[in-house]
């Protein structure tokens, strides 16, 4: 009874916690398949660690000295295990999430790129273990009728979604009246408009309470991280976004919450530690002991809750107008955020302006009422070309 894995972005922060989760379950979990952008000695680490069937890796360019990485290691030379296939391209990691004795595929990727390979994993009917919320973002609608027609569960890594789900257990028949999505608010909750127009990304990836990426770390600095939140709680629990109220909750304890129509609140609490909602996601609808951190209620004392400031975070606002207008316009969102967090961190844009971009490429951008997926590629293509423009004239 091992599962079988797939982690796309297996060099990532939730590859890698995923692993771990691996690594301290070897009776239940197995890795079939490994997948990375570019990092390709951690690759390779992992691949000595885990010997998969397959190893890929997304940049192309890098498919030589990957194989001659991999060939080098004593552990394929010396014992009788047998070198992994070495698959590489955006192609091939479409294709290997398809494989047969793959049981569940760990959808990590950072942003759009993830978009493809969770279709293909849904339609192969793999049970999706999903962090990229960007897929939903972009997609959603086409993603959650593609999971119906394959029967292919979706289960959300991302804490927010994964406190829901859990306070969603048993529930089945009953409505939802409100769902509370907690945000930490990040590193400049406390600042001025004046202070935040000349912070940094350095600034921003200094003291998350959450272990993540680059790009999720502005993400959340700016509450872009949010405004996807609350699409991806839209999609994965069929809510309207008027139905989901996002809180400012700096202690990231209540990892969010569910309210019903009788009134009741049922909320997730735990510390901050991604492996958690990583090996929920994967044991579902058991609970696995672990040794991760547990919150400590009485060094904590006090949870405190507040309302987001729409004013020095218009990227939340951005979001949910997005959603209202539907159509192709939250795709728009996502390809306008991932030009403009890039160009924040390449510091070719100021903290402030990339709200700015992203405002000017939804007001640009053609609208598409009822997209398909070749509509979502052109949109995704158009959307970076306006918002590079907009980069470029700042
Ligand atoms: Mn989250």
Redesign the pocket.
């Known amino acids: 009874m091992v599962k079988q894995l797939c982690i796309l972005g297996s060099t990532g922060s939730i590859g890698t916690q995923t692993l771990d989760v691996v690594r301290a379950n070897p009776d239940r979990y197995a890795v079939y398949a490994l997948c990375a952008h570019r990092s390709i000695d951690l690759l390779v680490a992992q691949a000595r660690e885990f010997h998969p069937e397959v190893v890929c890796i997304a940049d192309e360019s890098l498919y030589e000295e990957l194989k001659e990485k991999l060939s080098n290691l004593q552990i394929f030379q010396s014992s009788n295990l047998p070198m992994p296939k070495i698959w590489a391209g955006a192609d091939a990691v479409a294709q290997v999430v398809t494989m047969p004795s793959i049981d569940i595929v760990v959808a990590a990727m950072v942003g759009y790129a993830g978009l493809r390979p969770t279709i293909e994993a849904i339609k192969a009917g793999k049970t999706i273990a999903l962090a990229n919320k960007e897929t939903l973002v972009v997609a959603g609608e086409i993603i959650c009728d593609l999971a119906m027609t394959h029967h292919a569960p979706i289960l959300p890594v991302?804490?927010?979604?994964s406190a829901i789900f859990q306070s969603l257990v048993g529930e089945d028949r009953n409505e939802i009246e409100k769902i509370l999505l907690t945000a930490s608010g990040g590193p400049f909750r406390t600042y001025t408009l004046e202070q935040m127009k000349t912070v940094t990304a350095a600034d921003a990836l200094k003291h998350p309470n959450w272990d993540m990426g680059a790009k999720i770390t502005i993400d959340s600095a700016s509450m872009m991280?949010k405004g996807f939140?609350v699409i991806e709680a839209k999609w994965l629990f069929g809510v309207p976004v008027e139905k989901i109220q996002v809180l400012v909750h700096p202690q990231s304890i209540v990892h969010s919450a569910v309210q019903f129509t009788d009134g009741a609140i049922k909320a997730q609490l735990g510390a901050p530690d991604m492996r958690l909602p990583i090996q929920y996601a994967l044991s579902f609808p058991e609970r696995l002991k672990s040794d991760f951190p547990r919150a400590d209620l009485f060094a904590i004392k006090d949870l405190t809750f507040e309302e987001p400031d729409l004013n020095r975070f218009p990227n939340l606002g951005l979001a949910y107008d997005a959603t209202r207008r539907g159509g192709n316009i939250p795709c728009v969102l996502n390809a306008a955020n991932e030009v403009a967090n890039l160009a924040f961190r390449e510091g070719r844009c100021a903290f402030l302006q990339m709200s700015d971009i992203i405002a000017s490429t939804m007001a640009k951008a053609p609208f598409i009422a009822k997209p398909t997926y070749e509509d979502y590629v052109a949109t995704d293509a158009e959307a970076r070309r306006i918002a590079e423009e907009m980069v470029n004239s700042k």
């Open positions: 991302d804490s927010e979604h991280n939140e």
